[in-house]
C-alpha cells in the first residue's frame, strides 16, 4: 500500500521559515516526480506549488513562491521537502505532497498558517 504522509506545518508569523516532509511508504520517491500542492481557505481545488523532477531532479515552481521555497529530495530517507521562507499571509493553506503522475497517492496534508 502506497501512503504518502506529509508534516512539519504549524503557525508561524509573516517572514518566518517552515520545512515540510513527504515520508513515503510503499513505494520509492525515486525515479518519481514529486509535487506538492495547496489547498486556500475557502478554495475546493489544489493549487501546484513545486515539482522535483524523476530523473534529473529539475524542479519547478509556482510563481507565487519562486525564490522563497525549495522543493528537495532525499532517496536514502524515502522522503521529499519543502522549505518555505519569508512566509506570507497567503501562504496560509493545508499542503499536500503527491506523486506528479496518477495515481497520486494524495497524503492527507499538513497545516500552515502564517499570521501578520
Known amino acids: 500500500q502506497v501512503q504518502l504522509v506529509e508534516s512539519g506545518g504549524g503557525v508561524v508569523q509573516a517572514g518566518d521559515s517552515l520545512r515540510l516532509s513527504c515520508k513515503a511508504s510503499?513505494?520509492?520517491?525515486?525515479?518519481?516526480?514529486m509535487d506538492w500542492f495547496r489547498r486556500l481557505p475557502g478554495k475546493e481545488e489544489r493549487e501546484f506549488v513545486a515539482?522535483?523532477?524523476?530523473?534529473?531532479?529539475?524542479?519547478h515552481y509556482a510563481d507565487s513562491v519562486k525564490g522563497r521555497f525549495t522543493i528537495s529530495r532525499d532517496n536514502a530517507d524515502n522522503t521529499v521537502y519543502l522549505q518555505m521562507n519569508n512566509l506570507k499571509p497567503d501562504d496560509t493553506a493545508i499542503y499536500y505532497c503527491?506523486?506528479?503522475?496518477?495515481?497520486?497517492?494524495w497524503g492527507q496534508g499538513t497545516q500552515v498558517t502564517v499570521s501578520s
Open positions: 515539482q522535483i523532477g524523476r530523473s534529473d531532479d529539475t524542479t
Open positions: 503527491c506523486f506528479a503522475i496518477p495515481p497520486n497517492f
Open positions: 510503499g513505494r520509492s520517491v525515486t525515479g518519481y516526480s
